[in-house]
């Protein structure tokens, strides 16, 4: 068995030598020659082995075609017949053992067998010799009982005689089994022997078969080789007759190409030859032509040479003029020069003039506009005393009117009085009161007057300007008589969006003159600007213009709670105040709470102002220039109504007043009499009381009871 | 006579011109030339004396020159070499190696010798080479492939092997071993010891003729008698993976005594808890020991649920159906993969248990019963087991006194079993009518390579049927193996057909 195994590896061995690389240079050597040896030749076998890849589906190919060839079949052939040996010789080998398993086993089984008739006997010899010894044992019993001597004695000497019977009996079976055991033993020595021998044959046919292997493996293997070359010779010998037939068809063809080569050459010689004979005779031809031009192009030359002469003599005559004429130019140059420098100095004194003048003026402006800015704020504080003395003015006027006209109604209301009383109760006639007019006249009458939308402006703006203080009265009692449903803060508010957003419609020279301006300067003049773009001339197109902005607001966007919430609690309270003060006369669709125009989008202010511009463009009358002085009281119904006032009363009833009186007095003179009349008699009542009462004091005194008869008794009054 | 002196001088110009030039500029590039101090100390001084005449520049290329007697083309060795002599020369007392350069290390392991202590070399040389000349003079027939094909590993098995056999108990210093086990303990992945040798006693003759004619239940009371306990040694070796042991003694000649071969209770279970403590053992071998049921018991027991064991051979026994039950039951609980139980006394009802330990197993390969007794009843038995094991590829069930019954139980396993190669029933009784069945059985199998039934009692016709389709098999396994890519389609194109079949 080993043999094949050990033959087996050996031959793995020489695969793993055949298949192990030649050990070459190696890249981790010492040497740099060498490593560069070692890569060169690692890059080579990769290129090798990737060309093999790309081939390799064609050898395939090619392969298994010839694998029908000779070889393969000598392989095949020789690796069956090999195997077919290592089967047969491992049989050989092992057959060996086979046998003396098989031996082995019907050695056992004999000796089962064997062992098993041993037992038996074994068994059997017990059961006799048993019998012996109890039959034996029996007769001692016998024995005791003899009493004569030679019974005894032939007694003992029968049981001697059995005895030794059984222990020959014994001693044969003891001699028996080790005449077996004897036996045995040789038969040991013999199998050993025979083992022995069965080992050797055992190691000889191992040797055999290894020789036997090897040897036919070594044939086998020359076989192939012998197979491979012929194979390989034959694959030469029809390489060799291809490429023999290829090269005699190569020359073949050669020797063609070459005749033809030289047919053709001849050709080409033939032409050439014509081809020069046919080349010179143009030649010559050309060659006549050509000498003719070149005369008719020397006489030209002459001509030209004359003429060239003639040319250089006017040019000159010419460059001499020019030359001349040069002169003159620098010289009038020189002069001009001279006279720009007069003129720069000139300039330059002129320039140093302008500026200084510049900077006078510029001073004096600076001054000017100083004196201006401080005159237009004292200006504007006159205005604001003038203001707020009409505003004084105009209250104490307004008070005293109130206070006379307090007293004359009064009066008034004192005569009606006198009048309904002595109607009623003098007359007993009933008794309607007069209704005047005038009565129902509280304070000053006056006329509104229509301010001029710039004035609105500047006074929210103004007013704007005075926040603060102001602000807390500026809503209902402020003396701007803004639309009442409007705070001024919104509108202020809504003219900036305007302003910011409509400045297309301001003139730019306006605009860059604006700059230096103050900002609610400049807000005014802007927003002057844009009203009067727009048609916006007074108080009331200002207001529309406001309300405009805060209905579309209103109607562009949904009424929502949101909005509401946004507008500042200061400024709600404020519409609602004036929500209330004007429910009386303001229409229902007014009511709505203005919303804030903190909420008008910046884009949307053109739309509004689109919207508004088409729908104010209605016939108007033009008014005349609004005028500039604003508070002149006409005082013309003053006088009317004061004096309407006093005719309160009519002259029918002041005569009737006269007549009464005269009445009166004469009916206040009866009534004095009787008053006097009515006066003594009171004093003439009191008089008697007196006296009574003395009476009673008389009457009441301890005198009385000390008197036998008190008065008393006597007389009784008689009241009592 | 110049010419010819140049020529050799040419051959090595750098040399020498580099050392010429040393002598001409004197101190200049000594520090330059620090490396090559024995070459420049070789040119001989009459160039010196030469060295002023610098024109010559022909002349400074010689190195042999006439006039000068001693100079000699011998040179004198190179200091590495020297060094790596007295380095060799020193080894024992002073072992220096992983510190040279890889070349100097090949000198120096070149040249040692092997007869150098193994404490200095065990744990040091790794090279091959070295421990190849160590083995192959100390031992005349080396497989270095039984040894896993290291020389390094094969010198150290061999030498603890060697040891294990001259050991005797009570006598040898068990230090002899125990000292080698840190150096070997790396190296060592196999032991295989053929000859355990019995404690000395004093008078073996005055009992020689009892012993002579007694069985050996007279050696069995002797309690005291034991062998090397393999505990520690094992316990030692972090790599052991195959253990295989003969207990009994070789070449005894005619001091044979049957107490020479004697395996105690005691060895037994020294060895039981050792194979136990083992966990990296693979292989684990005690043949011609006379082992007996009760010790083959105590064996298995201690073997039961053992990680890494794969092949267990107890053959040339004297287990019988006790030691086979419990081997069956470590085919449950073990991870065995050959099991080898040749030459035991093994009857029907060890046969029985082991079927049904088969019939349900996943792991076993190979499966060895060579002259026992299992006989028909056995035969059957393991048959009907066969249907439905999936794993067994090899069955040796050469002389067990099988006969026709089981022929045919086989030839249906045969039909439908895929995974067997190799069936033995060599030395039965099978008898022409077994034959003609196997042969049936043959007809619809394609995956045995190998069927032994030499000797069996069957006709030639058959055999030689048989024969033929085991080739067809073979060559049927050989295309698979060449073409893996091919494998699998025909192995699932028959594996329905044999299902249907």
Avoid at chain 1, 184 to 201: A, E, P, T
Avoid at chain 2, 293 to 320: Q, T, W, Y
Avoid at chain 2, 326 to 349: C, F, I, T
Wanted: aromatic share 6%; with cysteine.
């Amino acid at each position: 068995m080993n043999p094949p195994g050990s033959l087996r590896v050996l031959e793995e061995n020489e695969k793993e030598h055949l298949a192990t690389p030649i050990v070459g240079p190696s890249i981790h050597s010492d040497n740099p020659q060498e490593r560069i040896q070692a890569r060169r030749l690692r890059i080579a076998a990769r290129l090798e082995a990737r060309r093999r890849e790309a081939l390799g589906e064609h050898l395939d190919g090619k392969e298994s075609e010839e694998d029908q060839s000779k070889s393969y079949k000598q392989k095949e052939e020789s690796r069956l017949k090999l195997a077919k040996l290592l089967l047969c010789g491992t049989e050989l080998v092992t057959n060996i053992q086979v046998a003396a398993d098989i031996r082995e086993v019907h050695r056992r089984a004999e000796e089962e067998e064997i062992k098993r008739q041993r037992l038996e006997k074994l068994e059997n010899e017990v059961k006799t010799s048993q019998d012996k010894f109890d039959e034996i044992a029996m007769k001692w019993e016998e024995g005791k009982q003899k009493r004569i001597p030679q019974e005894l004695w032939e007694m003992l000497n029968a049981q001697q005689v059995h005895c030794a019977g059984l222990v020959e009996d014994k001693n044969k079976l003891i001699s028996e089994l080790q005449q077996e055991l004897e036996t045995k033993h040789d038969q040991y020595v013999k199998d050993l022997k025979k083992q022995s021998g069965d080992i050797c044959l055992l190691l000889e046919r191992m040797e055999e078969q290894v020789k036997n292997v090897m040897k036919t493996f070594r044939q086998e293997l020359q076989y192939i080789e012998k197979a491979f070359e012929v194979e390989r010779q034959e694959l030469l010998t029809s390489n060799k007759k291809k490429w023999e037939q290829a090269l005699q068809a190569h020359s073949a063809k050669e020797l063609e190409y070459l005749m033809n080569r030289i047919k053709k050459v001849e050709d080409h010689e033939k032409q050439l030859n014509k081809q020069r004979i046919w080349d010179c005779e143009e030649y010559n031809t050309i060659k006549i032509k050509l000498e003719q031009d070149v005369q008719i192009l020397e006489q030209q030359l002459q001509q030209m040479k004359a003429t060239y002469q003639l040319n250089q003599e006017k040019l000159e005559y010419s460059f001499q003029v020019l030359k001349k004429r040069d002169e003159e130019s620098t010289v009038i140059k020189s002069q001009q020069k001279r006279k720009i420098n007069c003129l720069h100095d000139v300039l330059n004194n002129l320039r140093s003039k302008y500026n200084k003048q510049v900077k006078q003026f510029q001073e004096e402006n600076q001054s000017l506009t100083s004196d201006y800015k401080r005159l237009v704020m004292q200006f504007k504080e006159m205005q604001k005393a003038m203001r707020h003395f009409a505003l004084i003015d105009d209250k104490q006027f307004r008070e005293i009117w109130l206070m006379n006209e307090e007293e004359a109604k009064d009066l008034i209301s004192r005569a009606f009085d006198v009048d309904r009383v002595i109607h009623t109760h003098h007359l007993g006639l009933p008794w309607t009161a007069p209704d005047f007019w005038f009565l129902k006249n509280v304070g000053p009458i006056s006329q509104q007057q229509r301010k001029s939308a710039t004035q609105i402006l500047e006074e929210v703006l103004m007013e704007a300007e005075e926040e603060g203080a102001e602000e807390a009265a500026s809503a209902p009692g402020s003396y701007l008589d803004l639309p009442k449903q409007v705070s001024a803060k919104t509108t202020r508010k809504i003219l900036m969006l305007l302003c910011d957003e409509s400045g297309f419609l301001i003139e730019s020279k306006l605009l860059s003159l604006l700059l230096p301006l103050d900002k609610n300067e400049c807000y005014l003049l802007k927003l002057d600007a844009i009203f009067s773009a727009l048609g916006i001339e007074n108080e009331d197109d200002l207001y529309k213009l406001v309300n405009f902005f805060l209905k579309y607001q209103a109607h562009h966007s949904p009424p929502s709670q949101e909005r509401t919430s946004l507008v500042s609690p200061l400024e709600k309270l404020d519409l609602q105040g004036e929500k209330e003060g004007s429910l009386v006369d303001r229409e229902p669709q007014e009511k709505q709470p203005p919303p804030s125009p903190r909420l008008i989008h910046p884009n949307d202010v053109l739309k509004i102002l689109e919207a508004f511009v088409t729908g104010l463009r209605k016939p108007r009358d033009f008014r005349a220039p609004v005028k500039l002085l604003k508070v002149v009281r006409d005082d013309s119904k003053d006088s009317e109504y004061w004096k309407a006032l006093t005719t309160v009363i009519p002259a029918t009833t002041l005569n009737l007043w006269d007549a009464l009186y005269t009445a009166l007095e004469k009916y206040h003179l009866v009534l004095t009499q009787r008053a006097k009349l009515l006066l003594e008699s009171r004093s003439l009542e009191r008089q008697d009381t007196e006296l009574r009462q003395l009476l009673q004091q008389y009457l009441d005194a301890k005198i009385n009871s000390e008197l036998q008869a008190p008065p008393t008794q006597v007389f009784r009054v008689p009241t009592k | 006579m110049e010419e010819t002196q140049i020529t050799p001088s040419l051959s090595v110009p750098s040399w020498s011109s580099a050392s010429t030039q040393d002598q001409s500029s004197t101190a200049g590039q000594a520090s330059s030339t620090g490396p090559q101090p024995s070459k420049s100390c070789v040119v001989p001084p009459p160039v010196k004396s030469k060295g002023p005449s610098p024109g010559a520049g022909v002349r400074r290329m010689r190195r042999i020159i006439a006039e000068d007697a001693e100079w000699s083309v011998a040179t004198v060795p190179l200091l590495t070499e020297l060094c790596i002599q007295h380095i060799v020369k020193n080894f024992q007392n002073n072992p220096i190696l992983k510190q040279l350069l890889p070349e100097h290390q090949k000198k120096v392991l070149n040249q040692l010798s092997p007869g150098l202590p193994l404490a200095v070399t065990a744990n040091l040389i790794e090279d091959e080479n070295y421990w190849r000349r160590c083995c192959t003079q100390r031992w005349p027939v080396c497989h270095v492939d039984e040894h896993g094909g290291s020389w390094k590993r094969m010198f150290f098995e061999l030498h603890l092997e060697n040891l294990l056999k001259h050991f005797i108990p009570s006598t040898t210093d068990p230090e002899v071993i125990l000292s080698l086990l840190p150096l070997c303990r790396n190296y060592v992945h196999t032991i295989r010891v053929d000859q355990f040798l019995p404690p000395v006693q004093l008078p073996p003759p005055l009992r020689g003729g009892d012993q002579s004619d007694s069985s050996s239940e007279g050696e069995m009371e002797e309690p005291a008698t034991g062998h090397y306990q393999l505990g520690d040694l094992v316990a030692g070796l972090s790599h052991l993976e195959e253990l295989d042991l003969v207990y009994g003694v070789k070449d005894c000649g005619m001091n044979f005594e049957w107490n020479l071969f004697l395996f105690t209770y005691r060895d037994c279970h020294s060895l039981a808890a050792t194979v136990k403590a083992c966990h990296t053992l693979k292989i684990f071998r005690l043949t011609r020991s006379k082992v007996d049921d009760d010790k083959a018991r105590i064996l298995v027991f201690s073997l039961l649920d053992h990680a890494a064991l794969e092949e267990l051979d107890l053959s040339h026994n004297l287990i019988g159906d006790r030691g086979a039950r419990a081997a069956a039951k470590l085919l449950g609980h073990s991870r065995l993969r050959v099991l080898n139980l040749a030459n035991n006394q093994v009857r029907a009802p060890g046969a029985q248990s082991l079927a049904h330990a088969l019939a349900h197993n996943s792991n076993l390969v190979s499966l060895n019963l060579r002259l026992n007794c299992i006989e028909d009843e056995g035969g059957q038995v393991l048959a009907h087991a066969l249907q439905t094991n999936k794993c067994l590829t090899t069955l040796h069930l050469g002389g067990n006194e099988l006969s026709e019954p089981t022929a045919t139980l086989l030839s249906q396993v045969l039909s439908i079993n895929t995974t067997l190669t190799s069936i033995n029933l060599s030395c039965n009784h099978i008898g022409l009518d077994g034959g003609k069945q196997l042969l049936e059985g043959m007809s619809d199998n394609k995956t045995l390579l190998e069927f032994d039934l030499r000797l069996s009692g069957i006709a030639q016709e058959s055999e030689y049927l048989i024969s033929q389709a085991l080739c067809a098999n073979r060559e049927a396994a050989r295309q698979r193996a060449l073409s893996p890519s091919h494998f699998m389609s025909p192995a699932t194109a028959k594996g329905p057909e044999n299902l249907a079949g």
